[in-house]
């Protein structure tokens, strides 16, 4: 079985400040998924990384894997009030019964203070 | 372009009722999955299909059972509700890229 443990798993901070998230595995993933969800509502997805190494930026969002596949880490710069919300991460499978199946860590809630 | 609909959005059980989850998507996907979501446990895979006609187990199906007679629809059945089952449901359609779209979800309570 697949696991992703996800630290921390609630964050608390003042508007401008940074943070990072972290997921991490002893697994090989073939491509780690991060999303986002708003209470009352689904996931809805971020970002993709399929390379070892790759970085991803989606403005104040940085997304990076980790060149083994086994972990990734979403660092946000100067966070607003409307990044309040759940962040899951989620590996999909490396082949095999696994392909196209996601592995979700138990997520970060994370609120942002004006 | 409606994406992927669940209904009901909320729903209370009584223990050993019964009840049909339902979820359609209109992207002509072919996998579709169903999870459930509790409180600090992240998405927890019950069942999943990769096109019509054809479902298997995921993580937690023990308690439900999957149907997939359309690409569209994959409806989840409870048999004989449980308060374990209490729990947020979300089903969820994968595109070409392996990105996985979510439903609203279905908060059920069973007391």
């Known amino acids: 079985t697949q696991l992703l443990e996800q630290s921390p798993q609630f964050l608390s901070i003042q508007e401008g400040e940074n943070l990072t998230v972290y997921c991490n595995s002893s697994?090989?993933?073939?491509?780690l998924q991060w999303y986002r969800q708003e209470p009352g509502e689904g996931p809805v997805l971020l970002v993709t990384?399929?390379?070892?190494?790759e970085v991803k930026k989606l403005k104040r969002l940085t997304f990076q894997f980790g060149d083994a596949r086994k972990d990734s880490s979403l660092h946000i710069t100067a966070a607003q009030p409307g990044d309040t919300g759940l962040y899951l991460c989620?590996?999909?499978?490396?082949?095999?019964?696994?392909?196209?199946?996601?592995?979700f860590g138990q997520g970060t809630i994370l609120t942002v203070h004006p | 372009n409606a994406g992927v609909t669940q209904t009901p959005k909320f729903r209370i059980l009584k223990i050993g009722q019964s009840m049909t989850l339902q979820c359609a998507q209109d992207?002509?996907?072919?996998?579709m999955y169903w999870y459930r979501q509790d409180p600090g446990m992240g998405l927890k895979l019950i069942y999943y299909?990769?096109?019509?006609?054809?479902?298997d187990k995921g993580e937690v199906p023990n308690g439900y059972n999957v149907s997939r007679s359309t690409t569209e629809d994959f409806p989840l059945r409870l048999e004989l509700a449980a308060p374990s089952q209490t729990s947020v449901y979300f089903c969820?359609?994968?595109?070409?890229?392996?990105?996985?779209?979510f439903g609203p979800g279905t908060r059920l309570t069973v007391t």
């Open positions: 299909s990769v096109g019509a006609g054809i479902t």
């Open positions: 992207m002509n996907h072919n996998y």
């Open positions: 989620a590996g999909e499978g490396a082949g095999g019964t696994s392909y196209g199946k996601l592995t």
């Open positions: 990384v399929v390379t070892g190494g």
């Open positions: 969820a359609s994968q595109g070409a890229a392996n990105e996985q779209y």
């Open positions: 697994s090989v993933f073939s491509s």
